[in-house]
């Protein structure tokens, strides 16, 4: 990952800005390029001064294990101060396959956030990396995040982002744990590599069959070991449920262990496979001693999860996609999204 400078920034055809095209360009006092492996330290730094709280190596290194390039910056008298990453995911629809961009680690500098206009950090990285999105990921058609409400309204009003979605929250009951007649649920992290592949392999084939019209962020094999089995902090257990009699795989559903709930991060299945993955998931509720499962669903989700009397909520959470240097949002998106907590970088 080479530095690269990166030229003043042109305007994009947004309407409702205030601001004049010449207040989008750098002041003499600002770098703006993508980073590089010796700008780490300080990358970490801003971290940990952007959330009070320190991002060990490890976890940033597995996070942009697959990215080019880990983003843009923003220097200031040669301190780094704002920053703005992502990370290259793969979406199918209709039977094909698109690239897209998850956004990760959008940070800026405590003593730089009053300068929400086009002369700060926050909007000078995020554009200069839409500007660039092409050429560090070639074939990228959209962007996507899980920012706030009030950080996409910052986007919004600076012409950055555009909402596309919501997440809600799912929560269900625990249920007394139960033997079932027809199916049977095992753990399956720690299976032998061959057995996990197979299982999820026939499994996301299925999720893909069932949903052809949804733009579903892959959930094959590869994906899910560096997500969950390689994830350097966090442990997962990934849950699957097969038929007893054929010992077929039915559905998989990705569940995390918190104080006070069990987390539902992740599905691959069919639409068949919805509602035994919910039962095996609130049952190992019960048995772990959690008095919930909560879980993040975008809308078209909280209908296709909608089994077991759930209650639901709004997040607070938006999903946005890039705008910047485009009139309208990519085509793709005007298809539903399935996104879960599993889709962000963060849980």
């Known amino acids: 990952m080479s530095p690269q400078a990166i030229t003043p920034l042109d305007p994009a055809p947004n309407a409702g800005l205030t601001e004049s095209p010449a207040q989008a360009v750098p002041s003499a006092t600002w770098t703006v390029r993508r980073a590089q492996p010796t700008d780490f330290p300080a990358l970490l730094a801003l971290f940990t001064r952007a959330f009070d709280s320190a991002m060990l190596p490890d976890r940033?290194?597995?996070?942009?294990?697959?990215?080019?390039?880990?983003?843009?910056?923003?220097?200031?008298?040669?301190?780094?101060?704002?920053?703005?990453?992502?990370?290259?995911?793969?979406?199918?629809?209709?039977?094909?396959?698109?690239?897209?961009?998850?956004?990760?680690?959008?940070?800026?500098?405590?003593?730089?956030?009053?300068?929400?206009?086009?002369?700060?950090p926050m909007f000078l990285s995020a554009a200069a990396y839409f500007e660039q999105m092409d050429t560090i990921h070639p074939g990228a058609q959209f962007a996507f995040g899980y920012p706030s409400l009030r950080a996409i309204g910052v986007g919004r009003r600076l012409g950055l982002y555009r909402e596309i979605d919501k997440i809600s929250v799912m929560e269900w009951q625990p249920l007394q744990p139960r033997r079932s007649l027809t199916t049977q649920t095992r753990c399956i992290s720690s299976w032998p590599l061959r057995r996990q592949q197979r299982a999820i392999a026939a499994l996301w084939q299925a999720m893909r069959a069932s949903w052809p019209d949804l733009l579903l962020p892959v959930r094959d094999w590869a994906w899910l070991k560096h997500r969950y089995l390689d994830h350097p902090e966090c442990h997962y257990d990934l849950l699957l449920v097969s038929s007893r009699l054929s010992r077929q795989p039915q559905a998989m559903a990705v569940v995390r262990s918190h104080a006070d709930h069990l987390e539902l991060l992740d599905y691959v299945g069919p639409a068949g496979g919805i509602a035994p993955a919910m039962r095996a998931v609130r049952m190992r509720a019960a048995d772990v001693g959690k008095p919930l499962v909560r879980g993040w669903f975008s809308q078209q989700l909280t209908h296709i999860f909608n089994v077991g009397q759930p209650h639901v909520y709004d997040s607070g959470i938006a999903v946005p996609t890039n705008l910047w240097g485009r009139a309208e949002p990519a085509s793709a998106l005007a298809s539903p999204l399935w996104l879960m907590a599993g889709d962000s970088d963060f849980r």
Request: glycine share 14%.
């Open 60 to 120: 940033w290194h597995w996070k942009y294990a697959h990215a080019p390039c880990w983003g843009t910056l923003v220097e200031r008298d040669g301190r780094v101060v704002g920053f703005f990453g992502g990370m290259p995911r793969q979406f199918t629809l209709h039977h094909k396959t698109f690239l897209g961009v998850q956004i990760g680690d959008c940070m800026v500098d405590p003593d730089q956030r009053g300068i929400l206009t086009r002369r700060g």
